[in-house]
Structure formats: structure tokens, C-alpha cells
């Protein structure tokens, strides 16, 4: 298989997008987290 | 159910590595268009799992207005939201693959704009979800969901009813494929779906997560006198 540009930049940045997505979920887990831990200490 | 979370992770993993391997190599070359065809391989399980997502939200829609339940809403949100990933990913693939094959980025066929405005629809109502602090968001947005259904089997069958510029689908239409190049294209929409369904699993729990330190914020700030809780 020879190399494309258009084929590695179109597999390229699906992965950029759903990797970019986990990244966005996974975050927001850490600050929710983060949230709960201040909660505890607060009660 | 924490231990299926990691076994199914890996073996998503591995068949997300064998869908590509086969994508990549497996499949025969497209004859005319060359490697820039595998693009296809990426382009259309999107779409599918993207259309499949949508129905999800439409199904748990219903089901929030007719029965306010709370757990039909979140699976309503968490499905458009990962929907509207996945048709991201057809929409960026699309022009990719159409630059070498047709020589212009996008045209204004009746496939890619109404998939453009089902976009936009799921994008609206991702919105609405984020920004509206009202009590009704989720009937309206639920709303909002029937209507964005109703353009799925649109965008679907637009290359059916309409002259596009869009090929013929592959599957029950007008085009024909290699068997071969069909086997690939299920494997990566398997592969996707798998994905997805992980996805909105993990999504879901964040989301259960998030609504339950909302309620415990809003109890501490009823208890909190001074009103010093955020």
C-alpha cells in the first residue's frame, strides 16, 4: 500500500477527534472528583 | 459491571487494531480511485454508528416526555453527544476523501448539506442542554431530539431521491462493492459500534456522577447558612 496523504489525514484526525473527546470526559472526571473530595471535607 | 468495563476495553482495543489493519492492508485497492478510497473504511461506520446513536436519543426522548424518567434523559444527552462526534468524524472524512476524488473540497449536494444541517441540529441541542437553566431543558431539548430524528432517514435516503454528487450506498441501493471491500466495511462498523458503546458507557457514568454533586452542592447550600457554598 503507498503512502496517501488524504488517507493518513483523514485516519489521523478521526482518531484526533475521539481522542480529543476521551481526553474532554476523562477531565471533567478529574474535576468531579476533585468536587467530591471538597464535599466530603466540607460535611 | 467495573470488571466488564477493562475486558471490554481491550477487546474493543484489539478489534479497533484488526479493523484498521484490514482498512489499511486487508482490503483490496480500489481500482480508480486508488488508496483514497480506503478513507471509506472510516467515512461510513461513522455515519452508521453516528445514525445509530440518533436513534437512541430519539427512543430515550420519547420515553422521557412520555415518563419524565431521569435515567432516559441522560442516556437521550449522552447519545447526541457521542452522535454528534461520530458524524464530526463523517463530516471532516467527507472532504478529505473528495479533494483527490472529485477535485473540490464540499459542494452543495443534497447528501453532505443535509448532513451539514443534521449536524447542526445535534449541535443545537447539545447547546440548548449546556446553556438553558430552565426546568423544562430536557422536554424541550427531547423536542428537539423527534425533530432531529425525523432527518436521519432524510439524510439517509436523500442519495435515493435526489441527483447527488454523493455515491450510490454500497448496502440495499444502487452501488455495487467487492465483497471483500463489504467484510472490511462491517468489521470497522462493528469495531465503531464497540467503540461507541464504551464511550457512552463511560459518558453515562460521568454524567450520574455529575448530577449527583449538583444535588449534593444544592443540599449544602440549603443547609449552608452564610450561603458560602458555590
Redesign the interface.
Known sequence: ??A?P??F???A??WL??IT??ST?VS??FR?KR??TE?NR?K | MKRAFPILGVLTAILLIYA?YQA??GAP?EQTM???Q??FY??VP?ALVGFMLFFVNFGASVLYLIKRNPVADIVALVAAE?GV?FL??NL??GP??A??VWGIWWTWDMRLTSTLVLWLIYVSYLFLRRFSSSGETPALAAALAVLGALCVPFVYFSIWFFRTQHPQPVMGGGGSIDPRMLHVLLLNWLAFAC?AFL?CW??YR?ET??RE?DQ??AL?SLLDPSGS?R
Open positions: 500500500m503507498s496517501n488524504y488517507l489525514a483523514a485516519y484526525v478521526t477527534i475521539h473527546y476521551i470526559i471533567r472526571y468531579l468536587e467530591i464535599l466540607k | 484498521l489499511l492492508i485497492t486508488g488508496n483514497v480506503r478513507i472510516y467515512h461513522s457521542v462526534v464530526t468524524v471532516v472524512t478529505i476523501w479533494r483527490p467503540f464511550v463511560s459518558r460521568l456522577l455529575q454533586v449534593a452542592h449544602q457554598v
